[in-house]
């Protein structure tokens, strides 16, 4: 049986804390994962260690980023050598810090996943991979293809830089307390190649042709790109465009500039 801390918590809202308790969901994670001894490991929000005390138990050292101080004590309790312990707001955390390339594990708080998960693709030349337990729409928005309702922001940007894969899903009875929906585990791996360099340019114009989603490219775009300076129909919407159909959006758009 896996272990968490024993002591009482009372889960915070402002945090997002809903805590992992299924044992069987937990060893399937860490089989997901698949830790190794030489790996430098960060998990974001370990909250009361369901995961992050069966991990040690692979690891030589794992690192974990915790933003409540209740559970950081809590962390700190364990006395572990094996653990280091950051008290920050992830996203604010470098995660350039390490001296080798990381891993990313994490049960991302529902509130806080989208701007996370831009904020650690800032940091995708540090990164070999992620796996991360989110809310299933957001993990099913994120692996969507073009054509799809749910395809959107998010699926072109982590799909232009990360290898995405959506893993299976974690029914809401195994969390305490149990949220109202289900989750999913996603495993991101950072392209070896990525489809463009610089992301910064692609979520400009990905940005504003999601904006408005019933309306077509040529009426979101107006104010950047018109149908002469580019050979992408601007007569879709947003969803029917491939990636690749953004960044050559993007190419065209950047030669106006």
Known sequence: MNKTLKKPHNPRK??????????????????????KNNEIIVEIGPGKGALTLPILGHLDHL??????????????????????????????????????????IGNLPY???SPLLFHLLDFREQIIDMTFMLQKELVDRIVATHGNKTYGRLSVMMQAFFEVESMFVV?????????????????????T????????????????AFSKRRKTLKNCLKSIINQSQTEIDLSQRAEMLSIENFITLMNDYEKQN
Do not use: M
Request: charged residues 25%; negative net charge; glycine residues 0%.
């Open 14 to 35: 402002r945090f997002g804390q809903n805590f992992l308790v299924d044992d069987q969901i937990i060893n399937r994670i860490i089989s997901t994962i698949n830790p």
């Open 63 to 104: 690192n974990v980023i915790e933003i409540d101080r209740d559970l950081v004590s809590l962390l700190n309790s364990l006395q572990q050598d094996k653990l280091t312990i950051f008290e920050a707001d992830a996203l604010q955390f470098d995660f350039n810090q390490f001296p080798q390339k990381i891993r990313v």
């Open 111 to 113: 509130n806080i996943s």
């Open 171 to 191: 029914p809401k009875e195994s969390f305490e307390p149990q949220p109202k929906i289900e989750s999913a585990i996603l495993y991101l791996k950072t392209r």
């Open 193 to 208: 190649e990525p489809l463009v360099k610089n992301p910064k340019p692609l979520e400009e114009i990905v940005k504003i």
